[in-house]
């Protein structure tokens, strides 16, 4: 399996542009998490989804975020417009079903806003 | 209070050292506990589940201390490869919610 796949890797922006993350999780999770780390707040979560509906989005800092799961393979993570407190390491995690089972990291987006 | 703490070190070990880390938690609902690494500009990885009655994995042996609400981490025989960040994890709600603690800084020195 290849893992949680993320795209772009790196993200260099300017203020008020928009900014699209995206992910495709492991086949056969049911549950997608968004976190968000940086040095200050550590790892926090955004937002999660099962089967691709979202669950808790209580997690995400305002309305300038927005997330979808349109299907099984695929989900985005959306900034707009752009801020420079928005910089950090987006991270997209999956989990199969189970009380036990643990999460799987994608390499994660390192979002610059300048 | 946060709901998972750790110390976040960072803690300075010879090669060959053994150190442990705790995490406390607050939710006595916790269901579930997980360590997992973290290398410098990477993803967090799973390190090893953590059980109720301890588990070993090799020279990593977690355990968890339900009365007392905390999980530890010891490594024995640290190697210069063991220098990272340990995150632990505590998870309630059939798995959803999961809280991350800080993390602990272990850097081991030859």
């Known amino acids: 399996d290849a893992g949680v796949i993320q795209s772009p890797r790196h993200e260099v922006t300017e203020m008020g542009q928009e900014v699209t993350l995206r992910c495709k999780p492991i086949?056969?999770?049911?549950?997608l998490f968004w976190y968000r780390q940086t040095m200050m707040r550590g790892l926090e979560l955004l937002i999660y989804?099962?089967?691709?509906?979202?669950?808790?989005d209580s997690g995400m800092p305002e309305d300038r975020f927005s997330a979808k799961m349109p299907n099984a393979s695929f989900s985005t993570l959306k900034i707009q417009p752009s801020e420079p407190r928005d910089s950090a390491v987006y991270f997209c995690a999956t989990r199969a079903r189970g009380r036990d089972s643990p999460l799987h990291f994608g390499n994660g987006t390192r979002l610059t806003v300048t | 209070r946060k709901e998972v703490e750790q110390d976040p070190g960072p803690f300075n070990v010879p090669e060959g050292a053994t150190v442990a880390f705790n995490c406390t938690y607050s939710n006595s609902a916790s269901q579930s506990f997980f360590w997992y690494r973290q290398d410098c500009r990477k993803e967090p990885k799973l390190l090893m589940s953590?059980?109720?009655s301890g588990n070993e994995d090799g020279r990593f042996t977690a355990q968890l201390n339900r009365a007392s609400q905390y999980i530890s981490l010891l490594i024995r025989d640290s190697k210069l490869s063991d220098s990272a960040t340990y995150l632990c994890?505590?998870?309630?709600?059939?798995?959803?919610?999961?809280?991350f603690g800080g993390g602990t800084r272990l850097m081991v020195k030859p």
């Open positions: 086949s056969g999770h049911d549950y």
């Open positions: 989804f099962n089967n691709n509906v979202p669950i808790d």
């Open positions: 994890v505590v998870s309630y709600n059939a798995g959803n919610m999961l809280t």
């Open positions: 953590v059980y109720s």
